[in-house]
């Protein structure tokens, strides 16, 4: 989820009054945010860096957790317009995309050749915005909260915003080979290439998560101004020509993107919030598009939508009883303007603020956080239903319990594990282990899903040299196997696994604990018929001649031995082990 | 060397008997018992130089009978003595002493006495010999004098039976050293059964008693496609970022979807459905193919509902559910994180159920846990419409503290399953972990699961009681 930082002071003035920690929290909680910690720049520098930040800012600061999908509250100002609608301190502000005051829109004129690498783009214009240090701080924070969250780290789309009045239109939205790119990227005092550009900011320790996203390409995003003048290189850098400083008057704002909805989405949020500043409060000037077949659009969309709900659904769906008029004022109250229209249905308009709103559900849900969550009377539904348990767990259960009452500790190793852990160190081949390997693990702890109990339990008793011996351990759990019957060509298998560990190998002890769970099980020592018995096998996990492997109605459940030293070394251990695995689903 | 010495003079008596009694030693040394029984054992504790074997001490002693005995004489020698020469009327006899009956008896047996029942007042009793010899005072005399040694045991036991002797044990007169009631016993040998394990039994047992059925959740390795597109989690999503889940390598594909219901899953997240704007994105086909190591057990939970939809011939049946199980994220670890952990999850399928239901039911699962105080924070999550964080009071930290997630499934999840629209499915979710260490006060998570275990935490550990 992501979090916002937002000047406490600041806030406050915005909301008209202050609160104490206690009373903003709640605030924050009934309506599904979370003040999820008071700092300071200061305090976070210090934890950052760990040294004491001279100079820096200590006015206090609220970290805010947002749910992931309110993009309308990722900044202060978004953050306040949602909380003073919800106090009804104030009503919703309606939107509106106007052409410009002269006339011609700006255009942004989509190439061919972007269809190569990022084929959308929108734009749009604030006009006679007045900044402030702390506004201008909200636009870049937001913009980076979008590039975040929203736009999925500027993979999906990607925002460049540029001082209008630097730049002249129309814009041309083109793809170029990298080496034929180059411009001053933002905060750089000489031209670079694309090719330059890309090596620069291998080094840069934020740009650097974004290279992967056009890299490999033939030719990189790139947006001109009429005189060739570079705007950005979406979605890596914008230009030093068009930066934005606290003297801009008119923002071009363009987005660029993989995806047409989350550009419209992205584009829309951003203007909403801050065409709050624009000389017409939440007017924004339309920007034109022109895509490569000559089509012309118009941004930003700022879509109204109606949906009409029935309130005894509403009602049904939360267990309230509420009139439709209170629901349509509970929804008002989250920025979703509604009226009744007839006996038992309410119109309910969605903002282009509230895309998260795509079923009625969504507004359900608002009704619900509306009258909120914690005056909502707790009911339990009336059907009788009878419990039962999964067999497999309960035996596996069932089975725990006895063998803890043989003297046996149970464990719980880990489902993954390195490669080395099954093969290497077992005196056998990964091949021929029927492993799942993980594509992606971060260390070698988590290369493949088990398939066998026994190296969990060797790892622990590793981990625990200092106890007493014997030492005798065990664990009933689920391994992984691939298996092409299953639908995900995979399986997991149940197995129980048992380790002697003594000065003295002690097959005799796991060679009685496996007569145990046998007997635990009815299954009678027999070579014919339905019992068990063992008999000599080789494997090289075993001591020579001290392995014999479990059969049960002429198949091999398992298998049971003194280990080999070379296993024993590998695991850290320095004293002989007797062990036991079975697969216990074999037996049910 | 302990013992004044005894136990040189223990060695050097034993080298001219073969063996000695400690009593005997004790006896002759004129020294105290267990002053000889304490060299005894520090001679032992030499190594090869004596034996020695533990007997057990018994003695005789005489009853209150046995005393009468002694100093009366047995009592058929009283009642022969009682006889005057010319006999005595039986009857008489018999109210003249005390234990006739048991004398008169013995004295018939011995012959020491007759009876001539012709008289006209009824049987006369009459000395049968002349003289006796009390046989029995003199024995139980020499067990008085002896305690018991010397005499055949048969005798003794016979001697016993008449209730004259009785056997003593030896610590009658023997000082005993006080306990140490403040020391702890020997710890019995055990196996045990692990904290976490401890702690899923409960969760069972209460999942249980609310009725619920257990899930078959052993399946690990899950489709994306069951495991986000199926609960409508869009493609882009960032729980679908390698980053956070473990993608697999090999099997790296599923197979056999049920091709009409995955179309409906591509169409309501592409293009909306069932009263749905759906997402607006090019849904991939090969994206849901991708195996992943599952992230919750709600795709389980998933294809249980697909399955129930399926089954419903003579309408839906309501049904609760749950499961505790591994699952999977590819996360950062640390001292309260793992790459895999426990998810505790119920769920309820019934028709029309409120968003008060589920926070109904939260509060008698929550409370079988032994926590009263709860209340919900709205929040988001892709499958869930509403969704609620629950949060429980408490007392030790003095602050609210989140405890489990909840909501009602989206009906973008379940109108393509086929379920019914009447149909709601409430659902929550926890982790065992969490809850663990909290109940057995751990702080590191790889100190309870995993190989780094500390075996002696489980050996101490203790039953789970999680309502105190």
Known sequence: MPTIGVNRDLLFERLGRTYTEEEFDELMFDYGLELDEVTSEKAMLEKEQGVTAQGASEAIIYRIEIPANRYDLLCLEGLVRALLVFQEKQEAPRYKAIPPTSGNSQQLIIQEAT????????????????????????????????????????????????????????????????????????????????????QLYKSDSHLKHFLHIIEDKPVYPVIYDQNGVVLSMPPIINGEHSKITLNTKNIFIECTATDLHKAKMVLDSLVTIFSEYCQTPFTVEAGEVITPDGTKLTYPALPYREEIVDVAWINKSVGISESPESIAKLLTRMCLSSE???????????????????????????????????????????????????????????????????????????????????????????????????????????????????????????????????????EISDIILQDKDKDVCAKNERHFCAVYYNKNPGFEIIHGLLDRFMQLLEVPYSKEGNGYFIRAADDPTFFPGRCAEVVVKAQVVGKLGVLHPDVITKFELNNPCAALEINVEALL | MAGDGVDATI??????????????????????????????????????????????????????????????????????????????????????????????????????????KTGANGPVVKQAVSAIEDDVQKTVQDIAANQGE????????????????????????????????????????????????????????????????????????????????????????????????????????????????????????????????????????????????????????????????????????PVKL?????????????????????????????????????????????????????????????YTEPSMEVFSYHEGLQKWVEVGNSGVFRPEMLLPMGLPEDITVIAWGLSLERPTMIKYGIDNIRELVGHKINLQMVYDNPICQLTS
């Open chain 1, 115 to 198: 269809a190569q690498v990022r084929p959308h783009a929108v734009c749009a214009v604030l006009q006679g915005v007045n900044f402030t240090q702390a506004m201008y701080q909200s636009f870049i924070d937001l913009q980076d909260k979008l590039h975040q969250n929203l736009c999925r780290k500027r993979s999906l789309v990607a925002i460049g915003t540029h001082d209008l009045d630097t730049v002249q239109g129309p814009f041309i939205y083109n793809a170029k080979p990298p080496a034929e790119i180059k411009f001053k990227p933002l905060n750089q005092t000489k031209e670079y290439t694309a090719v330059e550009l890309m």
């Open chain 2, 11 to 116: 060695l050097q008596l034993l080298q001219d008997n073969d063996w000695l009694d400690t009593k005997d030693i004790a006896r002759q040394l004129g020294k105290d018992h267990q002053l000889v029984v304490g060299a005894v054992k520090s001679l032992q504790s030499l190594g090869d130089v004596i034996t020695a074997e533990q007997r057990v001490s018994k003695w005789w002693e005489l009853t209150g009978e046995g005393q009468l005995v002694v100093e009366n004489g047995s009592h058929e020698a009283v009642l022969y003595r009682a006889i005057p020469p010319e006999g005595v009327l039986q009857k008489k006899l018999m109210e003249s002493i005390p234990n006739a009956k048991v004398g008169f008896s013995n004295a018939m047996k011995k012959k020491w006495i007759h009876m001539d």
């Open chain 1, 340 to 474: 009744v229209i007839e006996e038992s249905k309410v119109k309910v308009e969605i903002p282009p603020t509230r895309y998260d709103i795509i079923h009625a559900c969504d507004i359900m849900e608002d009704v619900a956080i509306g009258f909120g969550y914690n005056n909502i009377q707790r009911t339990i539904p009336k059907t009788n239903t009878i419990g039962d348990q999964f067999g497999l767990n309960k035996v596996t259960d069932l089975l725990r319990q006895d063998i803890a009452a043989a003297g046996f500790t149970e464990v719980l190793s880990f489902s993954l594990c390195s490669r080395d852990d099954v093969a290497g160190k077992l005196n056998k081949d990964i091949e021929s282990s029927g492993a799942v390997h993980i594509a992606n693990p971060k260390t070698l702890e988590f290369q493949i899903a088990r398939t066998t109990l026994l190296p969990g339990i060797l790892k622990t008793i590793a981990s625990n040299k200092k106890m007493p011996l014997p030492m005798k351990l065990f």
């Open chain 2, 322 to 382: 749950f499961s505790i199980d591994r699952v999977f994220r590819n996360e950062t670890l640390d001292a309260t994180h793992l790459a895999e952990f426990n998810q505790i999850e119920g769920v309820v399928a019934d028709y029309n159920l409120t968003l008060g239901d589920l926070m109904g039911v939260l509060h008698a699962f929550f409370k079988k846990l032994g926590i009263e105080k709860l209340r919900f924070k709205p929040a988001y999550n892709p």
């Open chain 2, 150 to 317: 010397g005499v055949d045991n048969k005798v003794k036991q016979e001697m016993k039976k008449r209730k004259l002797i009785q056997e003593v044990g030896l610590w009658k007169e023997k000082k005993f050293k006080p306990y140490n009631f403040d020391a702890l016993g020997v710890p019995p040998v055990s196996g045990h059964l692990h904290p976490l394990l401890k702690v899923r039994a409960q969760f069972r047992q209460i999942f249980l008693e609310m009725g619920f059925t257990e899930m078959k959740t052993n399946n690990y390795i899950e489709s994306s496609f069951w495991n986000f597109d199926t609960l409508f989690v869009p493609q882009q999503h960032p729980a679908r970022d390698e980053h956070d889940t473990f993608f697999i390598k090999e099997p790296m594909y599923a197979q056999g979807f049920p091709e009409e219901y995955m179309d409906k899953v591509k169409t309501v997240h592409s293009q909306g459905g069932f009263g749905s704007q759906g997402y607006q994105y090019e849904w991939k086909r090969e994206e849901a193919q991708k195996n992943v190591l599952r992230t919750h057990t709600t795709a389980v939970s998933a294809r249980m509902l697909y399955q129930l939809a399926q089954q419903q011939k003579d309408g839906f049946k």
